[in-house]
C-alpha cells in the first residue's frame, strides 16, 4: 500500500509538471538559446551521468529566466550566511522543472540569495534530468509529445493502466543524498548546523523534496518545504519533519486537494499551508499583483517560531 501510494504521488508530480509547462509553451513558446553562465562556486556532486543521454548540456533563456536542460553533472552550489548574520539553519534548494529542465534563476539562485540574507545557509541542487533533444525545436516537441500522453483522461475513461510517463527518481535522489552528505562533511566550514538542514523544492523539486522525504534512508531532514508541489496523500514516515507548504487555488495542482496536509496532520507532524487566492504556477519569489507574493514572509515567520532563525545558544 505504501508503495503504490508513493507511485501514484511521484508520478501525479511528474504528470502535472509536465501538463503546466507545455501549458506554457502554448502562452509564450519564444525559447532563446543562451551561453552556459559561470558557475563558479559549482561543486560538482560525482553522482554519475544519466543513461542514453547523448546531447550535452544547455541552456536557454524564457519569460526572462535562464533554464539549463540535459544536466548531467549534478553539482551543488552554496549560498552562504553573511558569518555576522548565520544563524547555522541550512536548506537544500530544489528548483523545478518537470525533471526535464532546470529554472535556475526564480526557483534557484533568487531564493537562495533571499535566504543567505535572512542569515540561513542555502545550497542550490543543481539535479540530473531526464534527456531531451539537443536542439530547442526538438525540445518542443517532445515536450508536446510528453503533453500528449501526460493529459488525463475524462474519469468515465481512466484506467490504472492508462499510460502516462513513469520516470525513475534514482538518479535525482542520488543527488540529493549526496548534496546532504557533503554538507554534513563540510559542516565546520560552511557553518552548517548538522540538526537544522532543510530542504524547499519548487513544483517538480517539490516533488523531489517529498520523494526525500518519503524514501531516502540516507537523509535527515529538519523541515521541508514543498511549494506548489503535488498536493496527494502520502504515507508520512514515522520520523518524517515539519511541513510548511504553499500554493495557489488558481494552481492546476491544486484541485481543490487537501491530500498531503491531511495526512501530515494525521501522523501529529507539525504542518502549515498557505494557500493563496491567486498567484498561479511557478511563481518563485512572487508575480506582480498576487496575494502568493507574501509566502517567503510567511515562511521565514514559520521558521522564527520554530526557533529556527536564531543561532543556537
Do not use: C
Amino acid at each position: 500500500m505504501l508503495e503504490l501510494i508513493r507511485r501514484r504521488f511521484i508520478n501525479s508530480v511528474i504528470t502535472i509538471s509536465v501538463i503546466f509547462n507545455v501549458q506554457l509553451f502554448a502562452q509564450d513558446g519564444t525559447m532563446y538559446p543562451m551561453d552556459a553562465p559561470a558557475e563558479p562556486n559549482a561543486i560538482p556532486l560525482n553522482t554519475g551521468g544519466v543513461e542514453g543521454q547523448t546531447a550535452k548540456e544547455s541552456w536557454f533563456r524564457q519569460w526572462g529566466d535562464p533554464m539549463a536542460r540535459n544536466i548531467t553533472v549534478a553539482t551543488l552550489t552554496p549560498v552562504l550566511a553573511d558569518p555576522k548574520k548565520a544563524n547555522g539553519t541550512s536548506v537544500i534548494v530544489a528548483p523545478g522543472g518537470g525533471f526535464m529542465w532546470l529554472s535556475l534563476g526564480n526557483e534557484g539562485w533568487e531564493v537562495a540569495q533571499a535566504l543567505a540574507a535572512r542569515g540561513i545557509n542555502a545550497f542550490v541542487l543543481k539535479y540530473r534530468l531526464q534527456p531531451t533533444p539537443d536542439s530547442l525545436e526538438g525540445f518542443d516537441k517532445q515536450m508536446k509529445q510528453r503533453f500528449a500522453e501526460a493529459t488525463p483522461k475524462p474519469a468515465t475513461e481512466a484506467k490504472e493502466d492508462n499510460p502516462r510517463p513513469r520516470w525513475d527518481l534514482s538518479n535525482q535522489l542520488a543527488d540529493v543524498e549526496a548534496a546532504y552528505a557533503m554538507m554534513l562533511e563540510r559542516a565546520d566550514e560552511w557553518g552548517v548546523d548538522k540538526d537544522r538542514i532543510g530542504m524547499i523544492g519548487f513544483s517538480a523539486g517539490a516533488g523531489l523534496t517529498m520523494a526525500t522525504t518519503l524514501q531516502s534512508k540516507k537523509v535527515k531532514l529538519a523541515f521541508i518545504g514543498p511549494i506548489y508541489g503535488g498536493m496527494g496523500a502520502v504515507e508520512v514516515p514515522k520520523n518524517a519533519p515539519p511541513m510548511f507548504m504553499a500554493i495557489a487555488t488558481d494552481d492546476f495542482l491544486f484541485n481543490g486537494e487537501f491530500g498531503v496536509v491531511k495526512s501530515w496532520y494525521d501522523a501529529k507532524i507539525p504542518v502549515e499551508l498557505h494557500l493563496y487566492q491567486n498567484g498561479g504556477h511557478g511563481f518563485g519569489l512572487g508575480n506582480p499583483d498576487r496575494t502568493s507574493n507574501k509566502w517567503f514572509d510567511s515562511f521565514m515567520y514559520w521558521l522564527e517560531v520554530n526557533k529556527l532563525l536564531s543561532p543556537k545558544e
